[in-house]
């Protein structure tokens, strides 16, 4: 008896079959991805900061006064993140910033304009510059910097362990000769 080949039908189950069981195993990888991507925990991937929109501080917010006009409005603050066509009379300012290991910071401005003149501003709690680039600088802010320079005692012990290098530090350094390179282009 010759086996027979899989017809059409069993080939396209069998492979619905395969697809199904495939795909099943998606759902239960996002439980585990997280530790193996980071190695238990232990190595995390590098994420870079995101930094999308207009960075509106306090005395910006404060300076926009009803009656100024849009220009005065678009050199104070840039141009908008979001005009629509719908709402000719709004502007939107929106700020994000997304670091790696920080909560995200996320802020709206909305200017309303009545013709071309600021009628009001409606905006969130807004940092102050210095406040601002205050919570830009908080990546490695607990660690120690590193010094710099070394001692005497450090530099005559290094001399000690390395007299090869020491000696060949002071020398000069030889200039090749100058090599000649044909042209590239045939004239």
């Known amino acids: 008896m010759t086996p027979r080949p899989f017809s059409l039908t069993a080939r396209r189950c069998t492979l619905a079959a395969l697809a199904a069981l495939a795909l099943s195993g998606c759902a239960s990888t996002e439980k585990i991805s997280g530790s193996v991507s980071t190695l238990g925990g232990l190595i995390t991937p590098y994420k870079i900061d995101i930094l999308q929109g207009n960075v509106v501080t306090r005395e910006q917010a404060q300076a926009l006064q009803p009656g100024l006009p849009r220009e005065q409005v678009r050199a104070m603050l840039g141009t908008p993140?979001?005009?629509?066509?719908?709402?000719?009379?709004?502007?939107?300012?929106?700020?994000?910033?997304?670091?790696?290991?920080?909560?995200?910071?996320?802020?709206?401005?909305?200017?309303?304009?009545?013709?071309?003149?600021?009628?009001?501003?409606?905006?969130?709690?807004?940092?102050?510059?210095?406040?601002?680039?205050?919570?830009?600088?908080?990546?490695?802010?607990?660690?120690?910097?590193?010094?710099?320079?070394?001692?005497?005692?450090?530099?005559?012990?290094?001399?000690?362990?390395?007299?090869?290098?020491?000696?060949?530090?002071?020398?000069?350094?030889?200039?090749?000769?100058?090599?000649?390179?044909?042209?590239?282009?045939?004239?």
Not at 124 to 141: G, I, W
Not at 168 to 184: E, G, H, I
């Open 81 to 187: 993140l979001l005009a629509s066509v719908f709402h000719a009379d709004r502007w939107d300012y929106v700020f994000t910033f997304r670091r790696q290991g920080q909560p995200a910071q996320q802020r709206k401005v909305s200017v309303f304009f009545d013709g071309d003149v600021v009628a009001r501003v409606q905006a969130d709690e807004l940092p102050t510059e210095a406040e601002f680039v205050a919570s830009l600088d908080k990546r490695r802010n607990d660690q120690p910097l590193p010094r710099l320079q070394a001692s005497p005692e450090e530099l005559e012990a290094f001399r000690a362990k390395n007299p090869a290098r020491t000696a060949d530090a002071t020398a000069p350094v030889p200039v090749p000769a100058a090599t000649f390179y044909p042209p590239l282009e045939s004239r």
